[in-house]
């Protein structure tokens, strides 16, 4: 997918200025940036839900999905699992229900769960289902807006191993969005720091993080909390 | 939710509604036969012990009447609510399902009929449609319409801006579908609720059109027209028109008390807030001396809610002047209660006991209420996650700063403000002067939890207690925050305890780490440690499953399998065997661990509640 000249205005304010990014096939975007900068408003244009002008080509935006920061606020409270992942597929009522399973073991949970509803599972849960119902519509670019800064750390790291495991089992390309740059670094492949609705900088990741060349990015890595420095 | 009929406005309420719909299910059968019985000899009579009401100007009883005209006036009052709540419903749904310019027309209409007089549309259309109940129905159903479309409208609008409807519209869900799967269910309880406040407008909005002659016509009767026909007497013999308004009256103010008790009870309203008992621990004995330099010492403190939820067991914790002290956790293990019970703002019902809750070298709970008072409002700071929590929205930054030496430490209001502008710029804010002209929605985050650390500093702060205080931060503007808490505490010589979820933030910043796990300490150690010297394995997990810039990208992080138990499950376990809350989630547990291991010590300042440590 290539993202060219993508702008957003909301009235006056410019939220996404002018941005130009590739995402390689099967490649993980890490796109880093504070709140504001524009990183989740870009997302939404990607994933055709904000107007914007420039273009997204390379990919029929019919098949952008994405997983949302909240997955209590992303879950439908009235809808059991099983109804929620099923949502995007056509399939007649019999093969659902496999399809459904399926879905559900990729993400790692139990078969039983399609017939709970959102409250009655835990918070990594949630975001596993989120993820399924993404899966169902079989998307080229997966866009993940903050999956994790909802989740207790210790689910965090049983999130980030899924996604990198489906992206080497269904071989989707993926635009991860976090504003934590230590997390962008352990999933991506390609890193891109957004500042003020801007691309700054971008590259393959060691390079971005080894020899930042923008003075935002530097400041970034500064800025990330280390065990133990003092 | 609260149980609606709780409130005795709410119980009147049902009572008098449960009454109405007997009267209308048996007063036909039983009274019927009497009100339609004419009798020439008692015409246009006045109260009296036969006819308790009096009689019509056919002799019939008034009394017997009104009973039965409950059924018409309550079905006929139905009958328009639910027309209007259903014509109301589809036309505010429409703008939803429409292409979009339609759905502005509809939406205009809709604003238009909002503005108009719902008497005089109603009014209109029954006049338009024929006299008589069919038209009354008509023109209140009609009257009805357009409340209930524009609170569709508002409710669907809230609904359709869910990331659950986004994922629906990414997944190319029919609109039509998103309306019936998605919005309709999520505003479904709200429509209800008013439905039922509805038909208490629509029972006297009929009764009025009865009343002005434009309802019901005879020979049936309902309330409205009952109270028609005893007006013209009402100076010669008040019962006649007493005993139809009467009626009219109650189901009116029933169905409406039944509907704020409703709407009330599903709106969630939190109980009032009161603050929770602080009660002493029963056992005393065994705890040592006091530690003579900590700011903070606090022994086996626990904090209980009603049904045996203690989301906080036992807590020990130390302060020193100058140290920071991180308390560390998942959501859910109690740390921010922790927090909240030493500075007395556990929410009613909690109960907080402890062995020992000394603050400044003074037991909290051994001072009279003014002292505490003085005490938690010089020598303690709080700083929360949400700066506006803490502030004014209407005053402005300087005032508010102000306002605590006026209060506190008495000072002059010239003298206050200028130890607001001092403290301002001492906590590195640009230009304080302006700054302190400003209101707080007026600065970024940042800069308005650098006025909450300022507030704290206008006393003379011994404990400052942050909590998650740069969690809503950029991570840039978190760096500036943690140093200013460490200069802070260094200037001051006070006590810091820092509480987060986020372990690598506590090891940037504290001397000591305590880590807390469904509800209680599990480790205790110095902040050098953490990354390589813990020894709890729930610790040694949280600290692997966090990927820093160095982790191996090629290699799985290191994840804990399960979950934390929440605190009402621990109620449960209590029961049965109360051993080792995190055994469910660790791989080194054995059979040992169905026992709770105390916290030991495990070399030089550090301590693990561990068997297998």
Known sequence: ?230 | MRHPLRTSAGLAGAVLVALMVILAIIGPPIWGATAERIDSAAILQGASAAHPLGTDNLGRDILARVLVAGRLSLTLALLATLIGAGAGTVLGALPSVLPRRLGRLVTGTVNALVAFPGLLLSMFIAVVTGLGARGAVLGIGAAIAPGFARLTQTLAASVAKADYVAAARMLRVPRRRVMTRHILPNIAEPLILNLTQALGGALLALAGMSFLGLGVQPPSFDWGRLLFDGFSRIYATPAVALGPAVAVALAGIGFNLLGDALANAASRKPTPARKARLRAAPDTTGLGEPAPEAVLEVRDLTVAFPGGVTPVRGLSLTIAPGEIIGLVGESGSGKSLTASAIGGLVPYPGEVSAGRLRLCGADVRELPEAERRKLLGTSLAMVFQDPMASLNPALKVGGQLAEVATVHQGASRAEARGRALDRLGHVHIPEPARRARQHPHELSGGMRQRVVIAMGLMGSPRLIIADEPTTALDVTVQRQILRLLREVTDETGAATLFISHDIAVVGELCDRVVVMYAGRVVEELPVEELASGAAHPYTRALVASLPDMETDRSRPLASIPGRQPSPAELAEADGTAGGCAFAARCELATARCAQRPPLVDHGKAHRVACWEA
Not at chain 1, 25 to 53: C, F, H, M, N, Q
């Open chain 1, 1 to 230: 997918m290539i993202i060219k000249n993508l702008t957003v205005r909301f009235g006056a304010f410019t939220a996404v200025d002018d941005v130009t990014l590739e995402i390689p096939s099967g490649a993980i975007v890490g796109l880093v940036g504070e709140s504001g900068s524009g990183k989740s408003t870009l997302a939404r244009a990607v994933a055709g839900l904000v107007p914007y002008t420039g273009a997204v080509e390379g990919c029929d935006q019919r098949r952008v999905q994405m997983v949302f920061q909240d997955p209590q606020a992303s879950l439908d409270p009235r809808m059991t699992v099983g109804a929620s992942v099923a949502e995007g597929l056509r399939l007649p009522r019999a093969a659902r229900q496999a399809e459904v399973e399926r879905l559900l073991s990729l993400v790692s949970l139990p078969a039983a769960l399609a017939g709970r509803y959102p409250r009655e599972l835990s918070g990594g849960q949630r975001q596993r289902v989120a993820i399924a119902r993404a899966l169902c519509a079989r998307p080229e670019v997966l866009v993940a807006d903050e999956i994790t800064s909802a989740l207790d750390v210790s689910v965090q790291g049983a999130v980030l191993n899924l996604v990198r495991s489906l992206r080497e089992e269904l071989g989707f390309s993926m635009l991860f969005i976090s504003h934590n740059l230590a997390v962008v670094r352990y999933v991506s492949d390609v890193v891109a720091v957004m500042h003020r609705g801007r691309l700054v900088e971008m590259g393959p990741t060691e390079d971005v993080v080894g020899t930042p060349k923008d003075g935002y990015t530097r400041s970034l890595i500064d800025a990330v909390p280390r065990l133990g420095r003092s």
